[in-house]
Structures are given as C-alpha cells and as structure tokens.
C-alpha cells in the first residue's frame, strides 16, 4: 500500500473539518433559556396561600408557581438583612466574602456580579426596583443593559426613578409594585427578540412602613390574627396574650432565653413598642399581607406576558424573598436574628419546559445559589470565587450531591445595637447559635421535637456532643470561607451616632 501524502492528507482533514463544519450549521441551534428573577422584601416563608398556614391569605401568583412549578420549601438566607443578601444572591458570595456586612457597607470595587457573565454571553438584561446597597445610591450598576431603580428603600407612592442615568417623578398616586411591573413588561415587549434576556424585578414589597395598593386597602381587615406561641416568652406577664388566639406551644424553657432577646421586647423591633408605637401588631400585621397582594399580581402578570407570548417552554421565572421577617416569635418583629422565620425564606421555580408541575425540594437551598444556577442555566461555568452551587440539577429531578445545612452569619450594626453579631448553623434537625461579643447565652434547638424555638438545649447534657458539633462545623466553615475576621467598615454618611447623642 502507498503511504498518503502530506498533501492528500491535509485535503482530507478539509474535508471532514468542512463536513463536520456543514453538519453542525444545519442542526437547529438549541436556544438560550429566558430568566426573570422577581425579589421581593421581608416576605416570610410561610405567607403564601397554599402553605395554609395563615387562614383567609390569597396569593395566586404564587400558588400557581407551586402548582405548575417547584416550591424550595427548605430556602433560607446567609444574612437575614436586606443589603447582605441582596449582595449575596448577586455574587454567589457569603457576607464575609463580599463585605457587604450591612445596610451602610459600601461595595468593594472588585466585585462582579452575574448578570455580567450573562451579559458576555449575548443575553440582554435589565433591572428594575430596589437596589439598596452601600454607596451606589440609585446609579446604574454593572451587568445591566437597561437600568430602572431609586434611592434606598425608596416610597410606595410617588417617588423619583432613576432611569438609565436619567431622572422621572412618578404620578402622586403610582404605586411602586404595579410601575416596576409595567415598566419590566415594556422593556420586554421593545426588547431585541434575536437574543435572550435576563429581568431582575426587586419589590419594594413588603417592606415596612406597609402601605398597601389602594385597591387592597382593608382587604383582610377581619383576617383572623394567629400568633405563635413564643411571642408571650419573654413578656413579663408570661399569661397576657392580648385576646389573640396562637398556635399550639412545646416545651418551653423560659429560663435560658438569651438577655438581648429579653431586652429587645419594648423596642423598635419588639412587639411591645414596635417602631416606637408607630402601628398596632393587629395592623401591622393585616397590611403586611395587604401590600404583599400587589407583589403576588406582578407574579401574576409576568406569567400571563409569558404565556400569551408562548415564552413559557423557554423562561424560568424565580420567585424569592431577600430575607423573612418575624410575626411576634420570641417577642420580635423585623429579621436580622437567626431564627427560622428570620433566615427562611418563600423560593418558587417555574419553568414549564423543564420543571416538573407540583415539584416540592427538600433540599437545603440558599440565596448564594441562584448565581451559580442561573448561569448554569444559561451554559456558564460557576466562576471559582462563588461559594454557592447550581440548583439546576435539583429542578430537573436529578440526583447530585448536596449540602445538608445551611450556615448563617449576621453583623452588629450602629443603628440597631440591641442585635448582637452572631453566627449559626442549621441541620435538617438541630440549629446552633452563637451570640457573639455579649455577656450572654448561646442557643442549640431541636427543631423537629421544637418548631417554634423554645426550648434551649445548650444546657442540655445528654445534647452536649451535637451542640459542640456543631460548634466545630460552624468554626470551621468560617475558617474554611476566609470568615474568621469581621469586616468592618466605616459607615458612609455622617449621621450623628444615636446612642450618645452630639458624638460622631
């Protein structure tokens, strides 16, 4: 046999390159998927009408997102503070990592956040509503094609946006929750249809003061008030329950209830002089679920758009909140601490084309996770400084390996002294808290045997070895995150300090 030229042999390699080249044009090219991101503020876990768990609330929104989607029904957050978490879910980052500690932090300028990696990759994004983070007032942030926001927590009525560098006053009566809404559906309808797109919708919803939509105003005003059995833990009258009915109690331990949790009852976020006698706890809470009807109808409309636009067998709508918020536990409203109703949060997935309808995860799921899951979803890599992973393996129904805790940290701020520094971390059975720089206790529950919190097992012999344990585990996911050091950072402004009253 004759041996093949140098020749011959380069005109076969064209050959097949060229074949395989052909080939591969004329397969139908697979197209991007669509996502819309929806965030709302302070919603708890467990407000959402399907839950059942408060009699009388209509969130269809939501429910249908449960119905035709996937609830993470074991979602929580790594800080249960709004500037934090908000940092976390765009970086993939812990709050220590980031350094974005507080409401007053400001951005590092090393930070990327992933709609930048969507934005290399051809999709064109938007973001519309609550930015709040630091020193970055309303101004458009990187990764954004088409930027819509306003200063802080911004007004529910009213109120200036900030769009694309430009300036808008709203109507007097504009309500925030149905404009970030129009204005997403608008950009989507004048959007360049050749590419896919990426929606960032962040509520201001629900955040206190609660102003609900006109149109909602007295809506659940004969809402029956449950109260959980560990709002009467702290009070100095342990039997006045204000004629408010609760939810059945478990073994309590009043002696081992942490000080800072005692002291905080009569204060701005205790319900015995909730931001200083401002609103009742029976009307605060009826319009907390009042404003969230106007965040349930954006999910609504969202929906709708994609469905009558035959978009839905190629976008993923996510729904979730930045941080839950407390009804009365332990004495409290507001987050910030660790307990459940503070770091868990309300999480939706739907995506008809690749979502199973009813799908419930139990899976331990985290706010630094949708990073890496929407650029899974989109076909980018997780970037090696994100400390989350893609879900997207879990919504698909496939088997992966995945964490089973979930860690927590939270950082003493100036304006609200009364909530110490602490960490924590919680198994699918146990949480351990640790209060740290405070004469105080530190707190191991069972929540299995112990839902609602009350019963402290840190004195607990025979739960000795799971509480140290899990000690160790916490330690050692802060050493093992860089996490051992507190960032701490001069605050932005130079607000007089209000706990010595003249002083800087």
């Not at 469905?307 to 009365?328: A, C, H, I, P, R």
């Not at 002294?417 to 198994?427: C, D, G, K, L, Y």
């Not at 009350?454 to 160790?472: F, P, V």
């Amino acid at each position: 046999m004759r041996p093949i030229n140098i020749v011959t042999l380069l005109m076969l390699t064209a050959m097949l390159f060229l074949g395989g080249w052909a080939l591969a044009q004329s397969q139908p090219k697979k197209k991007k998927y669509n996502v819309i991101f929806i965030l709302a503020d302070d919603h708890r876990y467990d407000a959402m009408g399907f839950m059942g768990k408060v009699n009388g609330l209509q969130t269809p929104g939501m429910d249908r997102m449960a119905r035709e989607g996937a609830h993470l029904k074991n979602a929580f957050v790594s800080t249960a503070l709004c500037s934090p978490s908000r940092a976390s879910i765009l970086t993939g980052q812990y709050a220590h990592t980031h350094t974005v500690v507080d409401n007053d932090a400001p951005l590092p300028p090393n930070l990327k956040f992933f709609p930048q990696y969507l934005q290399q990759a051809g999709y064109q994004t938007a973001f519309f509503g609550k930015w709040h983070m630091g020193n970055t007032g309303d101004q458009p942030q990187p990764g954004f094609n088409h930027w819509e926001s306003f200063l802080g927590q911004g007004v529910y009525l009213g109120g200036t946006l900030n769009i694309n560098g430009k300036h808008e006053t709203l109507g007097k009566q504009d309500y925030i929750s149905d404009v970030l809404t129009d204005h997403s559906i608008r950009w989507l309808n004048g959007r360049d249809k050749g590419k896919p797109f990426f929606v960032y919708l962040s509520h201001k919803g629900v955040h206190a003061e609660f102003q609900p939509a006109a149109r909602h105003e007295g809506k659940y005003a004969s809402l029956p008030i449950i109260t959980p059995p560990s709002m009467y833990l702290t009070a100095t009258d342990s039997s006045k329950h204000y004629g408010i009915a609760t939810a059945p109690a478990s073994k309590v331990n009043y002696h081992d209830i942490p000080k800072w949790v005692r002291n905080q009852r009569y204060s701005w976020h205790g319900v015995d002089y909730m931001y200083h006698g401002y609103i009742s706890f029976d009307k605060f809470y009826r319009r907390y679920f009042e404003t969230l009807q106007a965040v349930d109808e954006s999910i609504e409309q969202v929906i709708k758009w994609l469905t009558e636009n035959k978009l839905d067998q190629e976008t993923m709508v996510v729904y979730m909140g930045d941080n839950g918020f407390s009804f009365g536990e332990h004495g409290l409203i507001d987050k910030r601490h660790a307990y459940e109703e503070s770091m868990r949060v309300p999480m939706l997935v739907w995506a008809p084309g690749m979502v199973k309808p009813g799908s419930v995860l139990q899976e331990i799921i985290m706010n630094v996770d949708v990073a890496p899951s929407i650029l899974d979803l989109a076909g980018i890599w997780t970037p090696v400084d994100m400390q989350g992973k893609s879900m997207l393996p879990l919504l698909k129904g496939e088997k992966t390996p995945w964490r089973d805790r979930a860690f927590y940290e939270y950082y003493w701020e100036a304006p609200f002294p009364q909530t110490p520094t602490m960490f924590a971390v919680r198994t699918s059975r146990y949480k351990y808290i640790y209060n740290h720089g405070v004469w105080d206790i530190n707190e191991l529950y069972d929540l299995e045997n112990d839902p609602y919190e009350m019963n402290n097992l840190i004195r607990d012999s025979a739960s000795r070895r799971i509480g140290m344990e899990l000690k160790t585990e916490l330690f050692n996911w802060l050493k093992e995150t860089n996490g051992l050091q507190i960032p701490l950072k001069k605050p932005i402004d130079n607000r007089i300090d209000h706990r010595y009253q003249g002083s800087y």
